[in-house]
């Protein structure tokens, strides 16, 4: 079986042929959803990750039967651990050992740097979960899709409780909020991460901002709400992020309340708050969509509360090398 490295950054060529595999597989496995946007795809491609190396792989001749991406951590804690990001065969080409040729190199590479395993996130019951299982992977953290619909009609924004206010920022969080918002981001360390390798790294306002650029020199756009104490302090905060912003769809990337403001309904309002003002910014966006923990009870709540379904079951699964 043909493998080939793929060379940084690709060509439109390369990715043109790395987006029709993704398309092909998503027509089959996930029908429902809308298809792979070639501005998230190629953003993804050719602007490297900022928390480690990453190295691509193409499976069949010219590339055109599957594909694989691997991110080698490099930061302090990590070094031992690695994100399989993608490793997609196209429908037909299924059943022929591009798969597992493509995991074999994966493995190879993983081994020849030191790693002692890696993670990968699954949707549940379909062909990526029944061949990760073979290969070995354990399940070490159960998650869902959620969906919230937006209508056409602007939803009605949302206020904040008494003694708070709601700032919306467009891309990086402001210089003079930044420390506050990466004090905020800490408090994630207490949602739920299973049996992960990967640690939690500590947020400063330099992690914050090179984050969040990293968003915006894929092509994307990013909005956070947050609210704020009298005392300049971010009680709570969501994050959204549109991969191609004349898409459809956006992503729902953390929801957290700092445990002091934990009661007050802030989860509720910041992420009420946001699909109003995105809709508001983003006429054609018709669908917000994000992950929560199985075990995540409250955040459930919240999401439910909002008109958030679940859409199906996804999962972290881990290898040990």
């Known amino acids: 079986m043909m493998i080939n490295p793929l060379a940084l950054p690709p060509s439109d060529t390369e990715v043109d042929a790395w987006l029709a595999v993704l398309t092909e597989a998503a027509a089959v496995d996930l029908p429902h959803l809308p298809p792979p946007s070639r501005v998230e ?9 900022v928390r480690g190396r990453p190295v691509l ?9 599957g594909v694989a991406a691997l991110l080698l951590f ?3 804690g990590n070094t031992h651990t690695a994100f399989l990001d993608v490793l997609t065969v196209r429908p037909e080409a299924r059943r022929r050992g591009v798969g597992t040729a493509l995991w074999e190199r994966v493995r190879e590479e993983l081994l020849a740097d030191g790693r002692t395993s890696v993670a990968v996130m699954l949707d549940l019951g379909g062909p990526g979960q029944a061949f990760a299982e073979a290969m070995g ?7 869902a899709w959620y969906a919230r619909e937006i209508p056409a009609a602007v939803p009605v924004a949302a ?4 003694g708070y206010e709601l700032h919306t920022w467009h891309g990086l969080v402001p210089a003079a909020w930044a420390p506050a918002a990466a004090a905020a981001h800490a408090a994630m360390e207490d949602a739920p991460t299973g049996d992960m390798d990967e640690r939690i790294q500590t947020w400063t306002p330099e992690r914050l901002h090179t984050l969040q650029q990293l968003v915006l020199d894929r092509g994307g756009e990013m909005i956070t709400v947050a609210a704020v104490t009298p005392g300049g302090e971010v009680a709570a905060y969501t994050e959204i992020v549109l991969p191609d912003p004349e898409g459809t769809s956006a992503v729902q990337y953390d929801t957290v309340v700092v445990p002091a403001h934990r009661g007050h309904g802030l989860g ?3 992420k009420a708050h946001m699909a109003a003002h995105a809709a508001a910014r983003h006429p054609r966006l018709r669908r ?3 992950t929560v923990a199985d ?6 709540a919240v999401n439910e509360a909002l008109g958030y379904r679940r859409e199906r079951g996804v999962g972290i699964y881990q290898i040990k090398l």
């Open 288 to 290: 917000i969509a994000t």
């Open 268 to 270: 509720r309002a910041v």
């Open 41 to 49: 795809v190629a953003g993804r491609l050719r602007v490297t990750p």
């Open 57 to 65: 792989w193409t499976g069949g001749e010219g590339g055109s039967d």
């Open 159 to 162: 206020q904040a409780p008494p």
């Open 295 to 300: 075990e995540n009870g409250p955040m459930r």
């Open 137 to 143: 992977f354990a399940s070490v953290l159960p998650m």
């Open 74 to 76: 490099t930061e302090e």
